[in-house]
């Protein structure tokens, strides 16, 4: 790829504005961002789900962003990583849940995290809401009112536990992934290397 002619500083904040307007464009820049040692355009192709014709305009776009070694593998140059940066920045105050659309490793394993918190709050809601009915059960078919006193009060312990679960499954998943993450550098690196 060549590299373009930027004159003064002015243009190249323009340069990287018209890079970075463009959903497409952030997404093939995130994407080649999100691997280290670079990636084939077929890589590309399959991560950011643009036709092949509408891949090569972005990627003509993108000159000077991108950089390509010999084995034709995608990487971000200086500017791309600039770039990147500062979309990074922009991004660095808000919810991770809303840039889960981007399809990057993390927000897989995020994803992940997720479904396993989902099937756990399902699964505990039902336990719990399936004892508070054999309580019931219990209670009417024993006529006991020792266990009709107390039914009332598990059964509104089991609401307040389901709520914290259910609060739990949309808040924790990316502190959960945080943890997985800083145990997966202490104990053996940047998991990104191993992957």
């Not at 018209?18 to 990636?39: C, D, M, P, Q, T």
């Not at 396993?116 to 078919?141: D, E, H, K, P, Q």
């Not at 006529?143 to 107390?150: A, E, H, I, P």
Request: glycine content about 10%.
């Amino acid at each position: 790829m060549q590299w373009i002619n930027v004159k003064n500083g002015d243009e190249l904040d323009d340069l990287v504005i018209r890079a970075l307007s463009h959903s497409e464009r952030k997404n093939i820049l995130r994407i080649v961002g999100s691997y280290e040692e670079g990636v084939n355009y077929t890589g590309i192709l399959g991560e950011s789900g643009l036709s092949t014709g509408r891949l090569n305009y972005h990627l003509g776009e993108l000159e000077g962003f991108l950089k390509r070694d010999e084995d034709r593998r995608y990487s971000l140059s200086e500017l791309g990583r600039k770039a990147v940066a500062v979309l990074s920045f922009i991004k660095s105050d808000i919810d991770e849940g809303i840039l889960e659309t981007v399809n990057t490793k993390r927000a897989r394993r995020l994803k992940g995290i997720r479904r396993r918190l989902n099937i756990g709050f399902y699964l505990g809601a039902l336990i719990i809401n399936s004892v508070t009915i054999l309580m019931i059960y219990l209670a009417w078919l024993e006529g006991d009112t020792v266990l009709w006193m107390f039914t009332p009060i598990w059964g509104a312990l089991g609401i307040g536990v389901t709520l914290l679960m259910n609060r739990s499954r949309h808040n924790d998943p990316d502190r959960i992934l945080w943890v997985v993450e800083w145990l997966e550098w202490r104990l053996f690196g940047n998991y990104r290397a191993r992957e």
